[in-house]
């Protein structure tokens, strides 16, 4: 269990004083501007809006997306316009693009401290490079307060290979917004702690109980202030229960001591009888608002959440990736018959500002497509992208100058190496099971040279953007892979793949049965029913005690009886490479170093010790791996079609749709898309010695060559093709 909080907190964080106006009105106005996840994607980059990007307003006839010269312009205008405000970001700055991968976080620290912000939130991925390189980024360029109250860090006094992170980090901060102080306390991710450390890169921190440790600071914090604010980077989830409670398991004698306090007590569920216990763990008083992280979602309008005292607490998120700006607008309403009880939040409005190419223009002021009068619509739409080329935020352009020159030196983003005739979806469509570039990606993985694994699995979550239709350069593979994670091979017994895929069934199914995992070489029932199954602890004293017993598994559940209380394998109908798994046989398995190394909970992996780190990226793995693709000129003469219907060329996967796209570039090939533009479009504007056009953008060396001959780049085609089944029926219900 996390270590608790049983002591008087001691003031540790800052406040900036300064000349305030004295607070003479009963109501007042505080805007919060909000930033989360930001993940390096400090330069616009290509996106094919979903429909909840849509509903948002981002606009999918106005690419690039994202950016922190608009993010910082609109900062700016936002203050501007609010006589009190602050800018508050909830974590995870780091790891999303390549400007992380050269220089580790520095530019992002440096951009947060550029535009003021008031108060910024550990992240989980803040550590991707290491504890150490965290505290050196910190330590050598951040001005603003960085937050993380619910970590302990270890002392290096005592342990000498843990960075002195408790030097550049704070619980809270006190921000004196023209009279107004409002405490900001900064909660740090837990969820991702455990996956942090077992990749051998140990933040040196102890993960507190939250609630508890909130409940301190507040307690702490409310005498001198008139509004707390949390910034946050648990996940939405957590979120909510920093003020509605939740169980948790814990020692007896430990719990016990909660239970029994004067204020706020515990409240006993369970005594499990072996020394531990279920508790309720109160939901924490005195909150007024909650700006959250973490799961890069857009609460519009924000959530409202009643606390124990019936006070409404505002909950906050507002995306990631620098696609969207939030602004959350409060009344502030202080009683002037009791002055004592301070500042409440007495309304509230929130407005999302997306950030595409017309990210210059407020959202009420963007046009909107009408049927009939499409091209209207798509002329006013590049007449805004046009005014809004230039106004991007000066100290923030000529702060990425320097680093936009060294990335285009030292990594050749722009070298096309691929073409994909459609998008290639990390996600899978509808089923939740396998997914066209998690496909791919596994495929890759045990099929590289001097790999030849029979099974390939990786982590979903590793797989961060999807290829989108048109050329595939090496920034995109940076957007797809930004983890410098590696292959790793080991041998695992057929009793062992069992235990992993049914870990993959249980992570799943408390994912929306989403698989959490990509395989190659096998395939299996992803059983989130049975997962529910197990978690009604039927007792049995023989399988055949459990509801619905079926040995053979097909019409009932192959139960077997643990301990008393009913289990079957959620993982089902396993085989590999068309063969039923065999318990007893050992597999050659190439996965990834991260979850080798227990990473996202996979800790059966690393307990193998067969384990080899082959140094080869999973970035290259996959590079290389396009390159057995058939190009246009394969496709139009080698396709093989099977008696399923299916088609192949090279022995990889293919489609009509990619022949038709391929049958078009041969006839005109100026018809190609070159990515913001056609080929015909880049040759028109190089024949007029331009190196951009308002279509095209920055006409590339890389975009020229390849329009050059665009029959002969491998042409990528993803498919799910139903390895990974997912079943969601509870059978023992039945």
């Keep these: 269990m996390w270590a608790l909080l049983t002591a008087g907190i001691l003031a540790a964080a800052c406040t900036v004083e300064q000349e305030q106006p004295v607070l003479e009105e009963q109501d007042l106005r505080l805007t919060i501007l909000h930033t989360a996840d930001i993940h390096s994607r400090l330069l616009p980059y290509d996106l094919q809006p979903l429909t909840t990007d849509r509903n948002l307003g981002l606009s999918p006839d106005a690419p690039p997306y994202g950016g922190i010269g608009r993010l910082g312009a609109l900062i700016e205008r936002e203050r501007a316009r609010s006589p009190r405000t602050l800018h508050i970001d909830s974590g995870d700055c780091f790891q999303g693009a390549p400007i992380f991968n050269s220089h580790l976080g520095e530019v992002e620290i440096k951009w947060l401290s550029l535009i003021g912000a008031d108060a910024v939130v550990v992240g989980n991925h803040e550590f991707d490079a290491g504890a150490w390189n965290l505290y050196r980024q910190v330590?050598?360029?951040?001005?603003?307060?960085?937050?993380?109250?619910?970590?302990?860090?270890?002392?290096?006094?005592?342990?000498?290979?843990?960075p002195p992170l408790r030097e550049v980090t704070q619980p809270y901060t006190i921000a004196n917004v023209r009279g107004l102080k409002v405490g900001i306390i900064g909660m740090a991710n837990i969820s991702s702690l455990n996956s942090i450390v077992a990749e051998a890169n140990s933040t040196g921190a102890v993960a507190m109980e939250q609630n508890e440790v909130l409940r301190q600071w507040v307690y702490f914090l409310q005498p001198q202030v008139d509004l707390i604010v949390v910034t946050s980077h648990l996940g939405l989830h957590e979120d909510v229960e920093l003020v509605?409670?939740?169980?948790?398991?814990?020692?007896?004698?430990?719990?016990?001591?909660?239970?029994?306090?004067?204020?706020?007590?515990?409240?006993?569920?369970?005594?499990?009888?072996?020394?531990?216990?279920?508790?309720?763990?109160?939901?924490?008083?005195?909150?007024?608002?909650?700006?959250?992280?973490?799961?890069?979602?857009?609460?519009?309008?924000?959530?409202?959440?009643?606390?124990?005292?019936g006070r409404e607490v505002v909950l906050s998120h507002s995306g990631a990736f620098a696609k969207y700006l939030g602004r959350l607008d409060l009344i502030l309403h202080r009683d002037p018959e009791h002055p004592e009880f301070g500042w409440e939040v007495k309304t509230h409005t929130y407005k999302v500002f997306p950030i595409d190419g017309m990210w210059c223009i407020d959202p009420e002021q963007r046009p909107q497509p009408v049927f009939g009068e499409e091209q209207k619509y798509l002329e006013q739409v590049r007449a805004i992208v046009e005014q809004c080329k230039g106004h991007e935020h000066t100290e923030t352009m000529k702060l990425l100058e320097p680093y936009i020159l060294d990335l285009n030196q030292s990594l050749d983003l722009p070298?096309?190496?691929?073409?994909?005739?459609?998008?290639?979806?990390?996600?899978?469509?509808?089923?939740?099971?396998?997914?066209?570039?998690?496909?791919?990606?596994?495929?890759?993985?045990?099929?590289?040279?001097?790999?030849?694994?029979?099974?390939?699995?990786?982590?979903?979550?590793?797989?961060?953007?999807?290829?989108?239709?048109?050329?595939?350069?090496?920034?995109?593979m940076f957007n797809v892979f930004p983890f410098e994670n590696t292959l790793t091979v080991m041998y695992l017994s057929g009793s062992e793949i069992q235990e992993v895929l049914d870990f993959v069934a249980y992570r799943s199914a408390g994912r929306g049965c989403q698989s959490q995992a990509q395989v190659a070489g096998l395939r299996f029932i992803m059983d989130c029913g049975q997962v529910l199954a197990n978690e009604h602890r039927y007792a049995c004293n023989e399988p055949a005690d459990c509801p619905n017993y079926d040995p053979s598994d097909q019409d009932g559940i192959a139960w077997s009886c643990r301990q008393g209380e009913c289990w079957a394998h959620p993982a089902k109908e396993i085989t590999v490479n068309g063969e039923p798994l065999d318990p007893n046989f050992f597999y050659k398995v190439a996965t990834n170093n991260y979850i080798a190394g227990g990473g996202s909970g996979f800790t059966m992996l690393k307990r193998n010790t067969t384990q080899f780190d082959t140094g080869v990226a999973m970035r290259d793995a996959l590079i290389d791996f396009f390159q057995n693709y058939c190009t246009c000129e394969e496709l139009l003469s080698e396709t093989i079609t099977k008696d399923d219907g299916?088609?192949?060329?090279?022995?990889?996967?293919?489609?009509?749709?990619?022949?038709?796209a391929c049958e078009t570039i041969r006839d005109d090939p100026d018809?190609?898309?070159?990515?913001?533009?056609?080929?015909?479009?880049?040759?028109?504007?190089?024949?007029?010695?331009?190196?951009?056009?308002?279509?095209?953008?920055?006409?590339?060396?890389?975009?020229?060559?390849?329009?050059?001959?665009?029959?002969?780049?491998?042409?990528?085609?993803?498919?799910?093709?139903?390895?990974?089944?997912?079943?969601?029926?509870?059978?023992?219900?039945l």
């Excluded at 706020?264 to 939901?283: A, I, K, N, S």
């Excluded at 190496?417 to 998690?438: C, I």
């Excluded at 390895?723 to 029926?729: D, G, K, S």
């Design 244 to 309: 509605t409670g939740y169980e948790t398991e814990a020692k007896m004698d430990v719990g016990m001591r909660f239970v029994e306090r004067d204020f706020d007590p515990w409240e006993l569920r369970q005594d499990h009888g072996d020394g531990t216990g279920t508790f309720f763990v109160p939901g924490v008083r005195g909150l007024d608002v909650i700006m959250g992280g973490h799961l890069h979602v857009v609460l519009n309008p924000p959530q409202v959440i009643v606390d124990r005292d």
């Design 415 to 476: 070298q096309i190496f691929a073409y994909a005739p459609r998008t290639v979806q990390r996600r899978n469509s509808s089923t939740g099971g396998d997914a066209p570039l998690g496909n791919i990606t596994a495929d890759a993985m045990r099929r590289r040279r001097r790999v030849n694994a029979e099974i390939g699995i990786t982590n979903t979550l590793g797989i961060r953007d999807a290829l989108y239709a048109g050329p595939i350069n090496i920034e995109s």
């Design 671 to 733: 018809s190609a898309s070159a990515g913001k533009c056609s080929c015909g479009e880049v040759k028109a504007a190089t024949a007029e010695g331009q190196r951009e056009s308002p279509e095209c953008g920055f006409i590339s060396d890389a975009m020229r060559a390849f329009c050059a001959n665009p029959l002969e780049v491998p042409i990528v085609v993803g498919v799910e093709d139903g390895r990974i089944v997912r079943r969601i029926v509870d059978r023992s219900q």
């Design 646 to 660: 299916s088609m192949w060329c090279n022995g990889l996967p293919t489609d009509e749709i990619a022949v038709r």
């Design 139 to 162: 330590a050598a360029h951040a001005t603003y307060p960085l937050l993380a109250a619910n970590y302990d860090w270890r002392d290096p006094a005592e342990d000498p290979s843990v």
